[in-house]
Each structure stands twice: as structure tokens, then as C-alpha cells.
């Protein structure tokens, strides 16, 4: 009998975990493989009509759908709670290049804002995944469990905040003087810089 909240939970996971999905065979692998190789051609060959940054925003969303894919199979063959966060990872770095890629459509101080904003979206992304991992692998200890998981979420808030910050920070370039000043002291004030 389970005696704790605790203890159900760990077994809920582990539960989870063994029966996330079958073993795919091998030539179920090789036609998903086959099937990403293809998605991804086509995508990119959709892109050549395009011009400028919108062909190059179009290619890295291709090549982030591909990693996404391709992560989410593995995760699928394999399933852990790494492989999770590889998908999660993926998933992310997806999205931050697609971001970035669409910010060289600006100039300026609006593109460093942008990119700035996307690499905080990204660091939010990888460290709620890293959480996420933390919460998701299983410990028979629990105790050791929770100290794992209260370090993974005071890292991310830590890291998370340190990038918000850089992104307001960012924000405060394109003004000057005392308004300048006022901006970054309420971004640190903000941010607990």
C-alpha cells in the first residue's frame, strides 16, 4: 500500500513512464526517419519561392521542425524523461532561431530588443523543461528528489530572470540621459539586479 502522497506520485510517474508508449520497431524508425527526411524536403522547397529574410525565416522553421521531429522520435523509441527534454529542448531552440531569424527584418535598437527577447523566451523554455526533467526522473529517494527539484526551479527562475533583465535592460538603449538612468534602475529594481 502506498503510505504517502509522495510515494503516489513517484509511482504515478513511473507508472507513467513504463507504459508512455511501445518500443517502435525497427522499420517503424526508419519509415518515421524517412517520413521527417521527406516533410522537411518539402518544406524547404516551399521556401525557395520566397525572397529575402522570409525565405530565411521559412528555412529555420524547416530545419526546427526537423530537429522537433526527429527528437520527438527518439523520444518515442526511447521513452525518458531525458528524452523529453531533448524534445522540449528542441522544441525551444526552434522557436528561439525562428524568432531571431524574423528580427532581422529591424534595425537598430528594435532588433537587439528582439533578439534579446527571444534569447528570454528560449532561456524560459530550456529551464522549465530542465524542471520539468527534475520533477519527471524518478528517485526512490524523496527527499533527494525534492532538493533536485527546488534546485532545477531556483536555477530557472535565477537564469530566467537574468535574461528578462537583459532583454528590459535592452529596451532602455534606445533612450538617454535621465530617462536612460530611470529605465535601468527600474529594470534592476524589476528584475533584482
Known amino acids: 500500500m502506498i ?6 506520485l513517484s509511482a504515478l510517474i513511473l507508472a507513467a513512464f ?4 511501445f518500443a517502435l520497431t525497427k522499420e517503424e524508425v526508419k519509415a518515421e526517419k524517412h517520413r521527417i527526411e521527406g516533410e522537411y524536403k518539402a518544406a524547404k522547397e516551399q521556401c525557395r519561392a520566397l525572397k529575402n529574410n522570409a ?3 521559412c528555412e529555420k522553421e524547416a530545419k526546427g521542425n526537423e530537429k522537433i521531429a526527429k527528437a520527438e522520435l527518439e523520444a518515442r523509441e526511447k521513452p525518458s524523461a531525458d528524452h523529453n527534454y531533448k524534445v ?3 522544441k525551444a531552440e526552434a522557436a528561439r532561431d525562428v524568432a531571431k531569424e524574423k528580427c532581422d527584418d529591424l534595425k537598430g535598437n528594435p532588433k537587439d530588443v528582439c533578439k534579446k527577447d527571444a534569447e528570454a523566451a528560449y532561456t524560459k523554455a530550456k529551464d522549465d523543461a530542465k524542471v520539468h526533467k527534475a520533477v519527471a526522473t524518478p528517485n526512490p529517494d524523496s527527499t533527494e528528489k525534492a532538493a533536485d527539484v527546488s534546485k532545477a526551479r531556483k536555477d530557472a527562475a535565477e537564469d530566467t530572470r537574468e535574461a528578462q533583465y537583459k532583454a528590459a535592460k535592452e529596451r532602455c538603449d534606445a533612450m538617454s540621459g535621465d530617462a536612460k538612468d530611470a529605465c535601468v534602475n527600474d529594470a534592476k529594481r524589476q528584475f533584482g539586479q
Do not use: H, I, M, R
Open 3 to 8: 503510505a504517502n502522497k509522495k510515494q503516489l
Open 18 to 21: 513504463a507504459t508512455s508508449g
Open 55 to 57: 525565405k530565411d525565416v
Open 88 to 90: 522540449a529542448l528542441a
